[in-house]
């Protein structure tokens, strides 16, 4: 018989041993080894039982154990001493307090969170992120205030069917054994209500995850007030048809920010001066504040200006069919009709949302929209995002289009081994403290390091044949046919790792393409090289799992078996086993489809060497000596052609560079040239992939400018936003009226040479426009062969007479500040002091023909 409910029934602690569940309940203990050196001392048996999972630890051990604990004066001071560190880490000044003008307190939005195994609350490297985005967010004193949905059954766990074809299990989660509160007021559970169609309600209810110093706010609508099909919005992450994908960004975006303002209320928690959204998921956020805002009398165009003005929005995808669109149809009736908010109307919500597609309604578009601040993740995801929403901003070029990047981090503590951090944390103190010293890695001896690489490698063969043998038996073996897993994996072999969600451009068989010469590599007598992989794919992708299943089937194969692992059920624990213990880290997507990319920054920053294709983070750091770059064929039209060169050039860097390296060994038997690599790894690439230098970023260059913004716009009674509300209006319907009418030049000869210059005149006929409201600027620099400016460059030109009849001239200078082909022209843009960029109201005039172009050498 099963159970019609499931629920966990907590431990009383003893008076003594209070502190004990406070640290529990803050997952700081998810990165502070000290705290769950603690939890482990409560039972150690149990503790490995139950996974090192702390709460479910609390669920489990005897009131006997409890009572020995609470009269055991040793543990007691530990436990005493761990407490006080909390309080004080909670407290206590950071970086960020040390800041000028930084925003109170930020709203961040994402669908999914990885903060630990025991909080299965993500899918792969968004919810990573994420979650080490509020994890250096704590460490830095960042006032964070996170927002996400609570799934009933988190992502799902993947098992193996004989045949190696991907199973999919979905466990029930009871929110009473994880580390989580409900939110409660004087009236007891806080609930957030959302007006749908046909006169139905969404409810839900707000569960708190204390990260370190950041609050996770997690709606959850499985509550008695809603009928099964509202109770089943939060079931499962990414699940469901178009219904239930709507249904759970209306509760992310509008419930997240009712649930932000109930916490804000009941807790005293600072209102959020800026609000992050990550991908189009949490987009209708915007919407709600701008219906906070009309209803306290604003127009929806102020409002619009106000929320714009302290909205950040990064995009994570670089191919639009990752991006969510619903139909246009769905819009309408979720926010017209009977269900419409009186001061926000349907068509305006259509208008953010709009794309070529008229009968789509686009989340990244409409997020962009209400954003005043947008960036990618990677230098290169900038480029490709500029190019991918580049009709968003007509008119203006590509590398003009608003969208900036900030190259995602990972949080060390979490991910680096702990071995690692001691030997930092001794011989480097400052590295850990400030983020600074990473040159005295060069110090530390090669031995010493080497030595740690091998324990790491150690426990991940170990971990590799328990959790082999646990899926060989959910596929069907008996443990009397599974004793050559025991030989599996070689604690002293060149270790390649590969884990990743298994989307097609992912590739995670290209290592296939050539099956023998695979083998060959595999099974080399003098260098031999063991592959380690793990990766999930969505359940509705079919292709994912026969990719999956290909990756399988070899590595059944008798003969190579012992040298290459599918590891089912990639999460948290075994991705810090992997990247922790692998020599190299392989990525060969198809470039430029990986956004970041961020679990070979993990790798690194453990002495691991990536192995990769020159895509996200990895084609802006890559130096070419801390580690390969897979060579791309990026002009090869035929993917398969292309699939075999890249496969073709994997094989030869693994077996003529990367085995040769590792194999090189000195008379005492150190790899000399390999650790010189490891260590410039981690001199290179170390200060630049951590968490805290990504937040360094966020904050400097997006959120305290957000902050500055939203105040300008706000202050005196939103003077200002309707001001500029009512200036961009203004300026849009008289745009048609503005012309460049003439622009001629002196000072440019026959031969124009080098360092020179010329002047320039323009005429602008501004029509009901002042001077002030534009600004007209000289582009200049190199053509192309279709007297095309390439990457110009753009000075001011200055109003120096204004005529009666509209019409105003300007000058300027521009540099002969280069040689070979040389171009002009000039536009026109609107300027306000409050817009973040010339392109934000996507208005540009330029001359009707290209006005004094000169085309030659100059010498």
Not at 314 to 322: I, S
Request: glycine content about 10%; aromatic content about 8%; some cysteine.
């Amino acid at each position: 018989m099963r159970a019609i409910r499931r629920f966990t029934v907590r431990t009383v602690l003893p008076a003594e041993l209070a502190a004990l569940g406070e640290l529990v309940h803050n997952l700081r203990w998810s990165w502070h080894p000290e705290t769950t050196d603690l939890f482990a001392e409560v039972d150690p048996r149990l503790w490995e039982q139950v996974g090192h999972d702390p709460v479910a630890l609390l669920g489990a051990v005897t009131p006997a154990r409890l009572n020995e604990l609470a009269a055991d004066r040793r543990f007691l001071r530990r436990l005493a001493d761990a407490a006080d560190d909390l309080r004080e880490y909670i407290v206590s000044p950071r970086w960020y307090q040390t800041l000028p003008d930084a925003p109170q307190a930020v709203a961040y939005f994402s669908p999914e969170y990885g903060i630990a195994a025991a909080l299965p609350q993500y899918s792969g490297g968004l919810g990573i992120l994420a979650g080490d985005h509020l994890k250096a967010a704590s460490d830095l004193g960042v006032p964070v205030l996170a927002v996400g949905l609570l799934y009933r059954h988190g992502y799902f766990t993947q098992t193996l069917s004989p045949e190696g074809w991907q199973l999919e299990h979905y466990p029930s989660l009871d929110a009473g054994g994880l580390p989580l509160a409900l939110l409660k007021d004087d009236d007891g559970p806080v609930k957030i209500r959302i007006s749908l169609p046909e006169q139905r309600v969404l409810h839900a209810q707000v569960w708190v995850a204390q990260v370190g110093r950041v609050p996770l706010l997690l709606l959850d609508s499985d509550v008695a007030d809603n009928d099964t099909a509202a109770r089943d919005v939060t079931d499962r992450l990414y699940g469901g048809g178009t219904d239930h994908r709507l249904m759970q960004e209306l509760l992310l975006g509008i419930g997240g920010v009712r649930a932000i303002r109930a916490y804000c209320r009941v807790t005293g928690h600072p209102e959020p001066e800026v609000f992050h959204t990550n991908e189009g998921h949490a987009g209708f956020l915007g919407l709600e504040r701008i219906r906070e805002l009309t209803e306290t009398r604003l127009s929806f165009d102020e409002a619009l200006e106000a929320v714009r003005a302290g909205t950040v929005f990064t995009t994570h995808t670089p191919v639009p069919a990752g991006i969510d669109r619903f139909p246009t149809e769905m819009i309408e009736r979720q926010f017209g009709g009977d269900n419409a908010w009186p001061t926000v109307p349907v068509e305006r919500i259509l208008a953010l949302g709009a794309e070529s597609d008229p009968a789509r309604f686009n989340m990244a578009v409409m997020g962009m929209r209400l954003a005043q601040r947008v960036n990618g993740v990677s230098r290169l995801h900038g480029e490709v995002s500029r190019d991918m929403f580049k009709d968003l901003w007509p008119g203006f070029d590509v590398d003009e289009v608003p969208i900036g990047s900030i190259t995602n981090g990972v949080h060390a503590p979490t991910w680096v081994g702990r071995e690692l951090m001691e030997l930092a944390g001794r011989e480097l103190p400052s590295l850990i403290e400030r983020a600074r010293g990473w040159d005295g890695i060069q110090k530390i001896p090669d031995a010493e390091l080497w030595d740690i690489r091998g324990l790491m490698r150690r426990r991940l063969v170990e971990g590799a044949r328990k959790r082999l043998r646990e899926a060989w038996r959910e596929r069907g073996a008996s443990d009397a046919e599974l004793g050559w897993i025991e030989e599996v994996l070689d604690p002293e072999a060149l270790t390649i790792g590969f884990a990743r969600r298994v989307p097609s451009y992912k590739r995670l068989t290209l290592m296939l393409r050539d099956p023998e010469r695979l083998a060959g590599l595999l099974l080399d007598p003098d260098k031999p090289v063991q592959i380690v992989i793990a990766g999930k794919a969505h359940p509705a992708d079919e292709g994912g799992k026969k990719l999956i299943q290909q990756i399988v089937k070899f590595a059944d194969q008798q003969h190579v078996r012992h040298r290459i692992v599918f590891l089912p059920d990639y999460d948290m624990a075994l991705a810090q086993l992997m990247t922790q213990g692998c020599d190299v880290w392989l990525n060969n997507p198809l470039r430029p489809l990986e956004a970041s990319g961020t679990s070979g920054m993990k790798s690194a920053l453990n002495g691991g060497l990536n192995l990769s294709i020159r895509d996200g983070w990895w084609d802006e750091w890559y130096d070419g000596t801390n580690g390969w770059a897979i060579p791309t064929a990026d002009g090869v039209s035929d993917p398969d052609r292309r699939d075999a060169l890249e496969a073709a050039a994997l094989y030869d860097l693994i077996e003529h560079e990367v085995a040769d390296r590792f194999y090189d060994r000195a008379g005492d038997g150190l790899p000399r040239r390999w650790m010189e690599m490891v260590k410039h790894t981690l001199t290179s690439l170390g200060p630049k992939v951590l968490a805290g230098r990504m937040l360094r970023d966020y904050v400097t260059d997006l959120y305290t400018p957000a902050a500055r913004s939203a105040r300008a716009l706000s202050a005196d009674g939103y003077a200002s936003a309707k001001a500029f509300a009512a200036w961009r209006l203004r300026v849009a319907q008289a745009w048609p009226g503005v012309r460049v009418e003439h622009v001629e030049t002196s000072g440019v000869g026959e031969a124009p040479e080098v360092g020179s210059s010329i002047e320039l005149r323009a005429t602008v006929a501004l029509g009901d426009l002042e001077p002030d409201d534009v600004l007209v600027e000289a582009a200049y620099g190199k053509v192309g062969a279709h007297d095309e400016l390439v990457r110009p460059t753009y000075a001011k030109l200055a109003a120096d007479v204004v005529d009666d009849d509209g019409r105003a001239h300007y000058t300027g200078v521009v540099p002969l500040d280069r040689t070979g082909a040389f171009g002009y022209t000039v536009r026109v843009v609107p300027y306000h002091p409050l817009a973040a960029s010339p392109a934000e109201l996507g208005l540009v005039t330029v001359p009707e023909e290209p006005a004094g172009m000169t085309n030659g050498t100059l010498r």
